[in-house]
């Protein structure tokens, strides 16, 4: 009987000691994790770059689709003053924007907004800072016929282009059979901007393995990014966006998403800009109310300066200058390497 | 003591004429990885009977919405964060186009009927 009572004790503890190993298997992992969140230490993985960018199922890109959305999208032609072209405000030698705070349009008006960069627009799920264009196709024809910015009209567009050859042509051989059309313009220069991908910045070789692509204080950076300052919860992903829509507490009574979407966190709530090539779009911000990346670290800083109807995740912060100068370095290991643009020889 | 037949089935009939209590049924949709997902797939319509409520929980670590600007259903649960939830009464019949206004990939349809 004893004996038995000794074998019993024996597999008790025996089983105490695999009960808890077992436990220890099924708790320690989640709790590393935890661990992990807290200092920051992110899975890399979730900011993979895709390897291609997403295409409609009726505008496929194809090189001859590509090049005459190139044309279209440099020709000033396209503007009622024949002055006026994409590539205007979105320069490529400007990280394809225009390095103002605020556009400017025909007649030289100053607009309201920034000129949002194109670089990575392929990947966006609605375009413009208040998402009121589905698509690229919708969204490239937009410009060209609002009065403050290229102030021209489809019709003039269409009978200008019809009335050059060379463009003819070249819709021919990108669209054969569909003509001269909005909706050719559309998607032609929608193929281009879709082209037009931040790709092989050192984030991304940090993020395949090589260590020393990006600089201690540059990691350090990236750990405050996804941890104490919290940017990931709206900058996520490899496009390092969320595709939504936030009141970050910026100056001005721009409604923003609220004219598109009358829900109240709609209210001066604007879309997520991608961050990659950040370094290269200065002014920041959809007012351009900062001139520096450093200006917009402290913005987060405080947590934000307009409280009306400010996102809750925009919060102090706390940062220490070095956190500051380190999240200013991850920011700067966002630029994609730098990809000569040739102009395009328009048609005449 | 006489028994008072009349008076009890004056009761036993008025008693009749209330309406059975029937408890709404409620369902529970999650807000994961930026879909509304329902135990643990990802789901884009949903039928649910007149009366009925669905419970909105956002598993996600950041806030979300849901609104619906829908004829059959005008709502705006307001933004909460994760762990919380708002629940919703379809009380009419119809479709209701259920989104998220921080996230507009987030769309869900439900079919009330």
């Known amino acids: 009987m004893i004996e038995k009572l000794r074998k019993a004790r024996a597999w008790t503890k025996k089983g105490c000691g695999l009960f808890a190993a077992l436990a220890m298997l099924l708790v320690l992992p989640p709790l590393f994790c935890a661990v992990c969140l807290a200092q920051g230490k992110a899975d890399k993985s979730a900011f993979q770059f895709p390897k291609a960018f997403p295409v409609p199922a009726n505008n496929h890109v194809t090189s001859a689709r590509v090049e005459l959305g190139k044309m279209l999208f440099f020709d000033p032609r396209l503007s009622g003053s024949n002055w006026i072209s994409c590539a205007t405000c979105h320069n490529p030698a400007m990280g394809w924007s225009d390095g103002l705070p605020t556009a400017i349009g025909n007649g030289m008006t100053t607009l309201k907004r920034a000129t949002p960069t194109i670089v990575n627009t392929a990947f966006n799920e609605l375009q413009m800072w208040d998402g009121r264009f589905h698509s690229l196709e919708e969204q490239a024809v937009g410009p060209m016929q609002a009065p403050g910015e290229m102030n021209s009209t489809m019709g003039d567009i269409l009978s200008k282009l019809k009335s050059m050859p060379g463009y003819v042509q070249a819709f021919e051989q990108a669209y054969p059979g569909e003509g001269v059309s909005q909706d050719t313009v559309a998607k032609a220069v929608a193929s281009f901007e879709r082209t037009i991908i931040s790709q092989g910045a050192p984030f991304d070789a940090w993020v395949h393995g090589k260590q020393n692509a990006i600089n201690s204080s540059a990691q350090r950076g990236f750990d405050l990014f996804t941890g104490k300052a919290n940017c990931v919860a709206c900058h996520s992903g490899p496009n390092f966006t969320d595709e939504g829509f936030h009141n970050i507490g910026l100056n001005g009574d721009d409604v923003g998403r609220f004219a598109k979407l009358p829900i109240k966190i709609s209210k001066g709530a604007f879309k997520t800009p991608t961050l990659r090539d950040i370094a290269l779009t200065a002014p920041y911000m959809h007012n351009g109310e900062y001139r520096t990346l450093e200006e917009v670290i402290d913005h987060y800083d405080r947590g934000g300066d307009n409280k009306e109807n400010l996102d809750p995740s925009i919060q102090p912060l706390g940062l220490t200058r070095q956190e500051k100068r380190d999240l200013l370095q991850f920011l700067k290991t966002l630029s994609g390497k730098q990809v000569a643009v040739t102009l395009p020889r328009l048609p005449q | ?113």
């Not at chain 2, 059975?20 to 409620?26: I, K, S």
């Not at chain 2, 509304?36 to 009925?52: H, S």
């Open chain 2, 1 to 113: 003591m006489k028994f008072p037949v009349k008076r009890m089935a004056s009761i036993l009939t008025a008693l009749m004429m209330i309406p059975p209590v029937v408890r709404a049924g409620e369902q529970t949709v999650d807000q994961k990885d930026k879909t509304f997902m329902m135990n643990g797939a990802k789901v884009a319509a949903l039928k649910v009977k007149v009366g009925d409520v669905i419970l909105f929980k956002n598993l996600d670590p950041y806030f979300h919405n849901v609104f619906s600007l829908s004829d059959t259903k005008l709502f705006d649960l307001g933004s909460f964060p994760q762990g919380q939830s708002r629940s919703v009464t379809f009380d009419k019949a119809g479709k209701v186009e259920v989104e998220c206004a921080i996230h507009p990939q987030m769309k869900l349809t439900v079919e009330v009927k």
